[in-house]
């Protein structure tokens, strides 16, 4: 079958390619494959792929809790938590992150019980206990407010100028731990054990995002590729097998076409397809656990294809493209080469 023929092409060939100083990058393969098409059939030329951010940012209401007063934290100076508050105090009126917010209200949560613990003051264990409990209520609202305004984390899903081309080991491991462990932390705050997030270990993932372009430029590619693919498999819909394969004729514009076919897409497009899933698959666990909100939902997308299903996409597209193929090979009683 001319599927299993095509998906068992090694992607070495392609990889060799896009490494090389002086070679193609991807798109430019799509257009040149596009082009020689062209030379047989007359298609419409591609549009090129313009990225856009792959989530909507939601709009964040005001979600500070009660606070507790210059008084009361007087009484708190020995307890790790009147210094946590203090420190918060001291920089009031300046610029505060989302990211420095959340982790303030993590380590306020977890630091109560033990401050409670030394307190002979009713009215102040009751006030703490209220407060902690109205930040418990917030966090996810925390969450979701750094999730989509922390500079790195927004980073992870707005638009990027370029494709994945070389896998960067470094950038890509920093990524996968750091989406693995948000996802740990997400799950934390899902099942209220607060206790399990180490905030200092957050900060110092959160900063491994710090111009890394390995996800951004990986959905990016994805994105891109499905775009050409829409656009080439509208195309060929419209052309005529009977005006490629006539009878009593050799054909010969069948197999310039099945050729370029081969040439282009069987050895060189899908091998990047193949690729980019193969990268897709290992960061799309971490991807659902950090993209959908605490009812499992994803999150909202502009997107007609969710960022999240970008996989069951491209196969689709590619099914129907080599699918298309076929349809030509068999119709023109073309053995594929």
Same mark, same amino acid.
């Given at each position: 079958?001319?599927?299993?023929?095509?998906?068992?092409? @090694?992607?070495?060939?392609? &990889?060799?390619?896009?490494?090389?100083?002086?070679?193609?990058?991807?798109?430019?393969?799509?257009?040149?494959?596009?082009?020689?098409?062209?030379?047989?059939?007359?298609?419409?030329?591609?549009?090129?792929?313009?990225?856009?951010?792959?989530?909507? #940012?939601?709009?964040?209401?005001?979600?500070?809790?009660?606070?507790?007063?210059?008084?009361?934290?007087?009484?708190?100076?020995?307890? /790790?938590?009147?210094?946590?508050?203090?420190?918060?105090?001291?920089?009031?009126?300046?610029?505060?992150?989302?990211?420095?917010?959340?982790?303030?209200? #993590?380590?306020?949560?977890?630091?109560?019980?033990?401050?409670?613990?030394? !307190?002979?003051?009713?009215?102040?264990?009751?006030?703490?206990?209220?407060?902690?409990?109205?930040?418990?209520?917030?966090?996810?609202?925390?969450?979701?407010?750094? !999730?989509?305004?922390?500079?790195?984390?927004?980073?992870?899903?707005?638009?990027?100028?370029?494709?994945?081309?070389?896998?960067?080991?470094?950038?890509?491991?920093?990524?996968?731990?750091?989406?693995?462990?948000?996802?740990?932390?997400?799950?934390?705050?899902?099942?209220?054990?607060? +206790?399990?997030?180490?905030?200092?270990? $957050?900060?110092?993932?959160?900063?491994?995002?710090?111009?890394?372009?390995? !996800?951004?430029?990986?959905?990016?590619?994805?994105?891109?590729?499905?775009?050409?693919?829409?656009?080439? +498999?509208?195309?060929?819909? @419209?052309?005529?097998?009977?005006?490629?394969?006539?009878?009593?004729? +050799?054909?010969?514009?069948?197999? #310039?076409?099945? +050729?370029?076919? @081969?040439?282009?897409?069987?050895?060189?497009?899908?091998?990047?397809?193949?690729?980019? $899933?193969?990268?897709?698959? /290992?960061?799309?666990?971490?991807?659902?656990?950090?993209?959908?909100?605490?009812?499992?939902?994803?999150?909202?997308?502009?997107?007609? &294809?969710?960022? !999240?299903?970008?996989?069951?996409?491209?196969?689709?597209?590619?099914?129907?493209? #080599?699918?298309?193929?076929?349809?030509?090979?068999?119709?023109?009683?073309? /053995?594929?080469?």
């Amino acid at each position: 079958m001319l599927t299993r023929h095509l998906i068992t092409l @090694s992607t070495t060939a392609l &990889i060799i390619l896009i490494l090389a100083g002086c070679s193609k990058v991807p798109s430019e393969i799509n257009l040149e494959y596009h082009t020689r098409l062209n030379t047989q059939l007359t298609l419409p030329e591609l549009s090129p792929y313009q990225d856009s951010k792959k989530l909507v #940012v939601p709009t964040f209401s005001n979600i500070d809790a009660s606070t507790i007063g210059i008084l009361q934290l007087n009484k708190l100076q020995h307890c /790790q938590l009147g210094q946590l508050i203090a420190e918060r105090n001291s920089q009031l009126g300046k610029v505060s992150g989302p990211s420095s917010e959340f982790v303030y209200n #993590v380590r306020f949560i977890q630091m109560v019980p033990n401050c409670v613990a030394t !307190l002979d003051d009713t009215e102040l264990t009751k006030q703490l206990n209220k407060v902690k409990q109205q930040k418990a209520d917030l966090l996810f609202a925390y969450w979701d407010k750094m !999730l989509f305004l922390d500079k790195q984390l927004a980073s992870l899903y707005l638009p990027v100028s370029y494709s994945l081309l070389d896998v960067n080991q470094t950038q890509k491991q920093h990524t996968l731990n750091t989406l693995n462990y948000l996802a740990s932390v997400k799950s934390a705050l899902v099942n209220q054990e607060f +206790n399990q997030i180490n905030t200092a270990e $957050l900060e110092a993932h959160l900063a491994t995002l710090f111009k890394n372009n390995y !996800l951004p430029s990986l959905l990016r590619a994805l994105y891109e590729q499905i775009f050409i693919l829409q656009q080439q +498999n509208k195309a060929l819909e @419209s052309v005529s097998f009977s005006d490629i394969c006539k009878t009593g004729h +050799n054909n010969q514009s069948a197999t #310039v076409l099945t +050729n370029i076919f @081969s040439k282009f897409y069987g050895s060189k497009i899908q091998g990047y397809h193949n690729d980019l $899933l193969q990268e897709y698959m /290992q960061i799309k666990p971490a991807l659902l656990g950090l993209w959908q909100n605490q009812y499992q939902q994803p999150y909202e997308s502009d997107l007609k &294809i969710h960022p !999240l299903s970008l996989d069951n996409s491209l196969k689709h597209y590619s099914v129907a493209h #080599v699918t298309w193929w076929q349809q030509l090979y068999k119709r023109c009683n073309i /053995q594929p080469g």
